[in-house]
């Protein structure tokens, strides 16, 4: 298996340069549950050359089911260290590496990255996120999704804290909405890896109303003074 024939599609789509470049670039994705999930599988397989998957939490049964990286084979082990196993077994081109600690623990290593992907479920480690980056001057991308809705936003110079940032604990949820607002996120993620135009610190709302009609809002962030 070669590089050329592993990535073809994309190649035609943008070249062997721009994929080869891929493949100097380092992300981390911090969260390997549903939107961790997503990221790994759609950003793991398209030529990025090293991925860090963050997360303490072990696989449940009852997560299984918008957590597409799991199977019920998988439940009790650690969520990051079974994504990078399924990476290593899908892109031979691919260094992933698992971090089985909190955010806080891992921030401390003080490891460096092109990009940094929000695929937590909590306020107050995105507040956290948004902080280290800036200090670290690295552009993120966050994203949540509660019920039928999701919102996602490549924060780059806009300010974090203009989110009420309280523990809040989301409600039920589906398998699509996640895999939807996952796949907005690796799209943003990899045309900015891949050096093509993207839109910063705007904030993309994402429903469905009652009639099961996709609604997409746009929003500009403020930027911190």
């Given at each position: 298996?070669?590089?050329?024939?592993?990535?073809?599609?994309?190649?035609?789509?943008?070249?062997?340069?721009?994929?080869?470049?891929?493949?100097?670039?380092?992300?981390?994705?911090?969260?390997?549950?549903?939107?961790?999930?997503?990221?790994?599988?759609?950003?793991?397989?398209?030529?990025?050359?090293?991925?860090?998957?963050?997360?303490?939490?072990?696989?449940?049964?009852?997560?299984?089911?918008?957590?597409?990286?799991?199977?019920?084979?998988?439940?009790?082990?650690?969520?990051?260290?079974?994504?990078?196993?399924?990476?290593?077994?899908?892109?031979?081109?691919?260094?992933?590496?698992?971090?089985?600690?909190?955010?806080?623990?891992?921030?401390?290593?003080?490891?460096?990255?092109?990009?940094?992907?929000?695929?937590?479920?909590?306020?107050?480690?995105?507040?956290?996120i948004d902080r280290h980056a800036k200090a670290t001057d690295t552009p993120w991308v966050y994203a949540s999704v509660e019920e039928f809705n999701g919102q996602v936003c490549f924060f780059d110079k806009a300010d974090f804290e203009v989110f009420n940032i309280s523990d809040h604990k989301p409600g039920g949820i589906a398998a699509p909405i996640v895999m939807h607002i996952g796949s907005l996120?690796?799209?943003?993620?990899?045309?900015?890896?891949?050096?093509?135009?993207?839109?910063?610190?705007?904030?993309?709302?994402?429903?469905?109303?009652?009639?099961?009609?996709?609604?997409?809002?746009?929003?500009?962030?403020?930027?911190?003074?």
């Amino acid at each position: 298996m070669t590089l050329e024939a592993y990535f073809n599609r994309q190649i035609q789509l943008w070249g062997e340069a721009t994929q080869r470049s891929l493949a100097k670039k380092k992300i981390a994705i911090i969260g390997s549950g549903g939107l961790g999930c997503t990221l790994a599988m759609a950003l793991g397989t398209s030529g990025i050359g090293e991925i860090h998957m963050v997360d303490f939490d072990t696989v449940s049964s009852h997560n299984i089911h918008r957590q597409i990286a799991f199977t019920l084979a998988d439940e009790g082990k650690n969520k990051a260290k079974t994504v990078v196993e399924l990476l290593e077994r899908k892109n031979p081109f691919l260094k992933a590496v698992a971090f089985d600690m909190p955010f806080e623990d891992f921030k401390a290593l003080g490891n460096r990255y092109d990009l940094i992907l929000d695929a937590t479920d909590n306020l107050p480690v995105r507040g956290e996120i948004d902080r280290h980056a800036k200090a670290t001057d690295t552009p993120w991308v966050y994203a949540s999704v509660e019920e039928f809705n999701g919102q996602v936003c490549f924060f780059d110079k806009a300010d974090f804290e203009v989110f009420n940032i309280s523990d809040h604990k989301p409600g039920g949820i589906a398998a699509p909405i996640v895999m939807h607002i996952g796949s907005l996120q690796a799209n943003l993620a990899l045309r900015y890896l891949a050096g093509l135009s993207v839109a910063k610190d705007k904030l993309y709302y994402l429903y469905f109303n009652d009639e099961g009609e996709l609604v997409t809002q746009k929003f500009g962030m403020p930027v911190k003074s």
